[in-house]
């Protein structure tokens, strides 16, 4: 089974109370991830009477499954959000990334955040060539990187794009006390109170033991919200899966490290109780398309050992990485129709930068306050050609999965979200689904939705 080094690491477990009785709230949150953590403490820290609502313990899912750098760099990027988004819209996302740097170095604990550049690689002709059109980019939005060839790890590289100043997290510690101060300013979190249903016209969500909740706000902070389907945000989201590894290292860098181009690499340290930890990262695939993914670790585990002498490698995970067409997630209104429902999810592998900003975001839309990002990440905003693409190309594998699936896999449980096939997932010993990216523990309980019922095995 995965083992993840932040979850292992984290502080001791506070453990929060089940919501076994009905209850309301200005705002109710759903996810206890970073995301809905950040925001819970930040509208309650505005005067807000908020609940979190976590279907399992807090920060269990992706945020306790990331490399966890916390940087504005993502990948190559804005050279593509200034042909979408214009030069206002690529600088407001930077912007927006730098905020949320600003905001965890001014928060964090000493053993939660350590300060870490950024470092873009290209190993090929065709990277190197997508390093200098991001460098132009830059250098139009006046982001402050440099381009050379700059780098502490064992890599053959063409090119690198550096960008100084940013920042890594241990994202349960982080996350661990962002709960606690959440409370501290009034806020209500629940953990194992996973929300069912959601009854849109009274206001209330209804958890799986029965219990209703009502609010005036709610805010889905979900890879995949229960009612997406409404503003079809469902079909404008495909989910990846990609892989990390740790081990000791006495070589801490200074640095942070991604590939643009294949092999895909993603390098980090990390500085633990004054252990020092390599985390490699690299490899993805469509969630829930293969069962063998023990090749995916088995590939970290020997470049580890290639590049670096490692070989005890005691920490191995996955991650789920739901992304949008244009790339800028999804936060704020599910619809123009639905006012009092928000939503938060989209983050490509930047969870922990993005987090944050959605937090902001939220916060800032709910209580009146100008933010110049809430335009940029709206999930309504009108991308039309590339959404139909992409939906037409996830409800088409829908349709083949569901029903080929049956057909070829009759042995595996059938996917309580939408009937779809699950399959093994043999490393991680889970029940994966290709639909839409649910998971489920080897004995059928919800691992990560969308579904919110267990398998029937």
Request: charged residues 25%; contains cysteine.
């Amino acid at each position: 089974m995965a083992r993840t080094l932040w979850l292992e690491t984290a502080y001791p477990k506070k453990t929060y109370p089940k919501l076994s009785q009905d209850a309301q709230a200005e705002v109710v949150i759903v996810g206890g991830g970073l995301s809905g953590l950040t925001t819970a403490y930040l509208l309650s820290k505005a005067g807000k009477d908020v609940i979190l609502l976590e279907g399992k313990e807090i920060l269990a899912g992706a945020s306790g499954h990331t490399t966890a750098k916390l940087t504005s760099q993502h990948d190559i990027i804005y050279s593509d959000l200034i042909n979408k988004f214009g030069e206002d819209g690529a600088r407001a996302y930077f912007d927006a990334s730098e905020e949320a740097i600003r905001f965890a170095r001014d928060f964090a604990k000493e053993d939660e955040l350590v300060n870490a550049d950024s470092v873009l690689f290209s190993q090929t002709k065709h990277g190197d060539e997508m390093i200098h059109h991001e460098w132009r980019a830059y250098q139009q939005l006046k982001i402050p990187g440099r381009i050379g060839k700059d780098s502490e790890i064992p890599v053959d590289m063409m090119s690198t794009l550096t960008l100084a100043d940013q920042a890594q997290l241990h994202p349960v510690r982080f996350g661990q006390s962002l709960a606690e101060k959440a409370v501290e300013a009034g806020a209500r979190i629940y953990e194992h109170s996973r929300v069912q249903m959601l009854n849109l016209k009274e206001n209330k969500v209804v958890l799986e033991n029965g219990a209703h909740v009502r609010y005036g706000k709610l805010i889905l902070c979900t890879h995949y919200p229960v009612e997406a389907l409404r503003g079809l945000q469902i079909a404008k989201l495909v989910v990846q899966r990609s892989y990390a590894a740790s081990a000791l290292t006495n070589k801490p860098l200074k640095g942070q490290y991604l590939a643009v181009d294949q092999p895909s690499l993603s390098v980090r340290t990390s500085q633990i109780d004054g252990k020092s930890y390599l985390v490699i990262g690299g490899g993805k695939h469509e969630a829930g398309s293969t069962s063998d993914t023990e090749p995916y670790y088995e590939s970290l585990v020997e470049k580890g050992k290639q590049l670096f002498g490692l070989s005890d490698f005691s920490h191995q995970w996955s991650a789920q990485d739901p992304q949008t067409p244009d790339i800028i997630p999804y936060v704020g209104q599910i619809t123009s129709g639905q006012p009092d429902v928000f939503i938060s999810t989209g983050f490509r592998k930047w969870g922990m930068s993005n987090s944050l900003v959605s937090g902001h975001i939220l916060r800032d839309i709910i209580i009146g306050k100008d933010n110049k990002a809430i335009d940029l990440y709206a999930p309504t905003r009108s991308d039309f050609g590339s959404i139909l693409l992409q939906a037409l190309k996830i409800n088409g594998m829908v349709i083949a999965e569901f029903v080929g699936g049956r057909v070829t896999r009759t042995d595996t449980p059938t996917c309580t979200h939408m009937g779809c096939k699950t399959r093994w997932n043999e490393a991680d010993e889970t029940w994966d689904c290709p639909c839409h990216g649910s998971r489920f523990y080897k004995d059928g309980r919800v691992m990560e939705g969308p579904a919110t019922r267990p398998l029937e095995l």
